[in-house]
């Protein structure tokens, strides 16, 4: 529980793209393997200095997203270490059968990067929202999904991934978010998650931006004297059973938190965990079954409850107090 | 070199191998499998630099069947090349083969798991790029349908191919003008195909697609503008070499009946001692 940020106080302005494209490009000047693919989405993936200084390793596709996804295959079964950075609606969608087929079933070793996801692209809408892509990924055999908290976190994945040797769809956000950690001095694994506060009344399992949320919703349980156990499942497959398992066990009450459908994500992924292994009561909270409200990422996590005030609420419900 | 006449008779051989198969198994693609062993053929015994033991070499040529479908002219090939055990091929489609009805990358020299259409010519963008990065002398061929080309991702690949100056990229279509519905021209027009793919930036070659001695002559004089890639537009009869499965778009993927079979063998083995 070391470097964990109890309160969000970092003033962070760092969005976990820049993050992605930082890490890779240093990565990428010692390991010329290394390639980045875009779909006429540099900018948008921060992946401008990269291309100027490593142009080299920067496979330029165009919108053209199931080409994109099948020329990082080929690229991977020839040796290349492929990493595409593409929104995270379009690559978790238009290319889902390249992904399932060209990626997973091939057994070839390409790293999905779906930017701008969730909610962040805000005013955009429907289109451009991707609330679904957890579901989809998740389902397909052979493919690891993850999403980091905050940059401390997306830094600790990406150099993990160098040499993790299984496909990964990791989707992170547009928008800078405040910090879940003080640093990146800490041990990160995949597939382990981390108790970012220990508690004994209910267990927070949140991923990505909503561990921060998370935490947050601790520290006022904290301050009405119930004790919140925060899990950051910054890997969704494979899921950490065990940790679910302990925490069902330990605090026999659940709430999932996760920027993405209540129907087929972290929620989903817990509850098949806990119903299976040690029932005890859930709450899933997310986005509802509808096109999400347009706004700004807080603004649209007040609306669907995805807040401090709501969740500790709930908790409290669920406590009986 | 090799010779003409082992070519026609390595074809025709490959013939009766997978009516054998498709018959055993009760399923297949029959058609079009008839359709491109002339094109397997002169590639695996006339033009591809591979070593059925060493699958993996780096500076292998890559061979991808994006019309993963007709595959039991692949199997009989790759079997016939040493991949794997000959006797294999009676497993096809049996319970947990992994000789199945698609493309499958457990089988030594099979590249990438295909089936679903138009993922083929992007993969092999793919391994064309990675062996202009890596300096490798090494080609890539990709086989497509000619109904394959109402996939919208076929296009996608194409306009990368000549934006990356692919000239180690050498695209096929077994163009026999059929689909599992009927006509292609009626299904879903994709004439003028040659044109097409000229406008995408590619140099075009038609060929006859069951010669396979004027397969192999027009494979190797490849690349035929330097920095292009290459389509070579083959012109196959589907069902070719078994009179009743010649341009009948039911043999898609029709099973012979024993009655069927018997002729077929019968026409195929009778086209072997003609080849003497």
Known sequence: MNNVALKANSGNKIANRKVVSDTLLGLANVNKDILVLTSDSRGSASMVPFAEELPDQLVEVGIAEQNLVGIAAGLAASGKKPFVASPACFLSMRSIEQIKVDVAYSRTNVKLIGISGGVSYGALGMSHHSVQDLAVTRAIPGLHVMMPADRHETKKMIEALIDYDTPVYL?????????????????????????????????????????????????????????????????????????????????????????????????????EVVSQNQPVPMKIIGIPDEPAITGKTPEVFNHYGISA?????????MIGN | MVDDLFLKRKAAQIRKDLIKMIYEAGTGHTGS??????????????????????PNWEDRDRYVQSKGHAVESYWAVLADKGFFPKDELSTFSQFNSRLI?????????????TGALGHGLSISVGMALAAKMDNKAYRVYTLMGDGEQAEGSVWEAAMSASQYKLDN???????????????????????????????????????????????????KKAPYASGKPTLVLANT?????????????????????????????????????VLQ
């Open chain 2, 169 to 219: 990229l050498i695209g096929i279509i077994d163009r026999n003008r059929l689909q599992i519905t009927g006509s292609t021209s009626d299904v879903m027009s994709n004439e003028p195909l040659d044109e097409k793919w000229r406008s995408f930036g590619w140099e075009v070659v038609e060929v006859d697609g069951n010669d396979v001695v004027e397969l192999v002559n027009t494979f």
């Open chain 2, 101 to 113: 009805g698609h493309p499958n990358n457990k089988v030594p020299g099979v590249e990438m798991n």
């Open chain 1, 171 to 271: 989707r992170i956000g547009r928008n800078p978010v405040e910090d879940s950690y003080l640093n990146d001095d800490y041990h990160f694994e995949i597939g382990k998650a981390v108790t970012m506060k220990e508690g004994n009344d209910i267990t927070i399992i949140a991923t990505g931006e909503t561990v921060r949320v998370a935490l947050d919703t601790a520290e006022a349980l904290q301050n009405d004297g119930v004790s919140c156990r925060v899990l950051n499942m910054h890997t969704i497959k494979p899921l950490d059973e065990a940790a679910i398992i302990k925490a069902a066990k330990e605090t026999g009450r659940i709430i999932t938190m996760e920027e993405h459908s209540i129907y087929g994500g972290l929620g989903a992924a817990v509850s």
């Open chain 1, 309 to 317: 005030a709501n969740v500790s609420r709930i908790a409290k419900q």
């Open chain 2, 33 to 54: 499998s008839l359709s491109n062993t002339d094109i397997l053929t002169a590639l695996y015994y006339g033009v591809m630099n591979v070593d059925p033991k060493n």
């Open chain 2, 237 to 273: 009869v589907k069902g070719k070499g078994v009179s009743l499965a010649e341009n009948v778009a039911g043999w898609h993927h029709k099973v012979p009946s024993q009655e069927e079979y018997e002729q077929a063998m019968g026409e195929l083995t009778k086209q072997l001692e």
